[in-house]
């Protein structure tokens, strides 16, 4: 029976609440299905660490996790550390030093939670795939002549031939792999005239390898009207990392909380680890109080164990997850419940075995 050695960095804010419920769940289903065990090494890293130390994660903190089969992350950022510091200096760097460059986030309703679209199960279900080494995240830049009336801003987007490819593929890939018939593109080719007309060139190239997939391209703006006026219209969606990072927090609002969305950074290779996460951020606004919504760490978890090769397991959070959903006993305050993340996970992992 294998055992995973997982590393945990729960991070600021809510993540210190979603992750230990997340871990309780991933616990429950590797118990109960009996065909793996999971080994949690918890890091202390984020904001609070930065405060202390200077550094939000300490200059070995790569080298570390490079040991470990998976990381499972929460989120990091607070007030009174700078955004930038707390995503430089952690989550970029995990990102991009591993090489995850397929960032994975699927968008589908749960049973009982409508979204505010009233849409059907049906007409909302797809995958993004967003790149997430490189593009308008990749830091080039600089800036002169601080404070100065002539100040001057830099921030370079990069696109490279491997990068761009790589993930347009994986696109494909998943399409194929999942039977999902489309791959929609979202470009923005009209105004941004280098980068994305040549996003759009290799589109065409990789989407003439898969002639029985349809695929479309939208420019971003029109794209993002989609989601909202077509969205069973949409099977996979790829994007450069800036366009499908808010593309996603737009999915997490159709899903009907941005505390349900999870997703996954790919090293799909497994030369260095993969990293789960929920989408959302550390919600200063609601942190400490018990009342955040595990869902999107707790669906971040089942996609770390289907990662593993941990199907089974996997399967047995998701049902657990969408039955509780389904029933609409309890449920946390941000989808209209007045539960605490404690009763929500409790009931899953109930849930989980009695099914
Ligand atoms: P956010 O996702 O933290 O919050 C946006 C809104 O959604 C808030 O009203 C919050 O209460 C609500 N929300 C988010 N997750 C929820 C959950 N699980 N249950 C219930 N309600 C939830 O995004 P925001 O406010 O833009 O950022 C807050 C901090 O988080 C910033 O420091 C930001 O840099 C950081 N952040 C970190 C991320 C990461 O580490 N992956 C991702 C996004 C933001
Ligand atoms: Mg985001």
Redesign the pocket.
Known sequence: MPTYEIAVIA????GQE?IPAGMDVMDAAADIVGNCELNWQRFDWGCEYYLRTGQMMPDTALGTLAQFDAIY?G?????GVP?HV??WGL?LPIRQHFDQYVNLRPVRLLPGIPGPLRRSAEDINFVCVRENTEGEYSGAGGRAHRGQPEEVAVQTAIFTRKGTERIIRYAFDLARREGRGKVASATKSNAINHSMVFWDEVFDQVAGEYPEIAAEKYHVDALAARFITHPQTLEVVVGSNLFGDILTDLGGALQG???IPASANLRPDGRYPSMF??????????AGRG????I?SIWAGAMMLEHLGQAEAARLIMQALETTTGERQVL???LGGSGTTEEFTTAVIRKMRSL
């Open positions: 991070g600021d804010g809510i979603v992350l989120a990091v950022g607070f007030p955004d707390s995503l989550l909380s941005l505390g996460e929920p989408v959302h951020g550390t919600a200063p606004d609601i009342i955040a919504n595990p999107g946390t305050p941000d």
